[in-house]
């Protein structure tokens, strides 16, 4: 999800340098209430809790249940745009722990699950230094003692979701999102954050039946 989206590509490219580069120069503080001293405080880390189900128009009947830890707002939400578009790794464990405390709460879920990221747009992934859910859902997984295996792609030319009606960016997943090697084993697909679930949706349909869960660290509300 793009957060600047009123902003022309080399804008939004430098805007992005700018706040990476305020995140170094200044003192260290919490990326979800700016306390001092620590990249994300015990307080913000109360913020995730108990998985909570979500339903959206995208999702049809044979959808998966699908959970996040969080809303979208407030630390969770600061902490995701400071993960993925500000380049701070250091707060991929924490929304990897989100998702590994998330995981196990999920009913009825099989043994064993192997994590599978929602993928990144190409473009959006060399500008990050690579696809952020693919690091957190491996921090996650080594902390279950689960496998990950990354069998979705969407290919060069697919649209950023920002902006998009929900049959545009239905229309954009069908057209771009590719999958290989499918794991033969249960499947918890996860994801920062989930808001009109047309991404969840389209994933899911194409990894198929062994999709039993979604999981993503917050939902739009």
């Known amino acids: ?12 490219t430098i805007s992005r340098m700018i706040l990476t ?3 170094l120069l200044l003192p260290l503080r919490c990326a979800g209430c700016r306390a001092p001293g620590t990249a994300w405080c015990p307080r913000c880390d109360l913020s995730f809790g108990t998985p909570f189900p979500l339903h959206r128009a995208a999702f049809t009947h044979r959808h998966p249940p699908t959970y996040a830890t969080a809303a979208h707002t407030g630390p969770p939400r600061r902490a995701v745009i400071a993960a993925k578009e500000r380049n701070r790794r250091d707060l991929h464990p924490v929304l990897a722990r989100a998702l ?3 995981v196990p709460r999920i009913p009825d879920l099989p043994p064993a699950p192997t994590l599978v990221p929602v993928p990144s747009r ?3 992934a060399r500008r990050r230094g690579g696809p952020h859910m693919a690091r957190i859902a491996a921090l996650a997984a080594r902390s279950l003692g689960l496998d990950t ?3 979705l ?13 929900p049959a545009e960016r239905a229309d954009n997943l069908a057209r771009h999102l590719t999958a290989d090697a499918i794991p033969d084993a249960p499947v918890v697909l996860v994801d920062d954050v989930v808001t009109t679930g047309a991404t969840a949706a389209a994933c899911a349909r194409v990894l198929g039946r062994c999709v039993v869960a979604v999981v993503a660290c917050t939902a739009a509300v």
């Open 149 to 151: 295996a990354h069998p």
């Open 21 to 23: 580069f305020l995140d």
């Open 153 to 165: 792609r969407l290919t060069p030319g697919a649209r950023d979701s920002v902006g998009l009606t």
């Open 1 to 12: 999800m793009d957060n600047f989206p009123h902003a022309s590509p080399f804008h939004a």
């Open 122 to 124: 190409p473009a959006a």
């Open 100 to 102: 590994a405390n998330a």
